[in-house]
């Protein structure tokens, strides 16, 4: 996870339409990308648990921002229709 400014951790989401977040991941903290969804990546943490982030917080290298582009393999599915999505419960 890669943080911007003095940022200790970044949020994360259940589903990239929610707008509220779940949790968070640690600057630094190591995770699996599963695919892409829009602007939205979705990521395997530590616990196991698929969690939705923000694609500019995920980095190929730990080193330095190298963001994941259409030659990185990784599955893009797509931007998600929020509008067919249920909404938010909070």
Known sequence: ??????????????????????????????VGVINRSGDMMRVRAANGFP??????????RPDQMVPFGEDSAVPDHGAFNCAQTPSDPR
Request: aromatic content about 8%; glycine content about 8%.
């Open 1 to 30: 996870m890669v943080c911007s400014g003095h940022d200790e951790s970044v949020p994360t989401y259940f589903n990239p339409c929610h707008t509220h977040p779940s949790g968070t991941l640690s600057c630094g903290e190591k």
């Open 51 to 60: 969690r939705f982030v923000s694609s500019s917080a995920i980095s190929q």
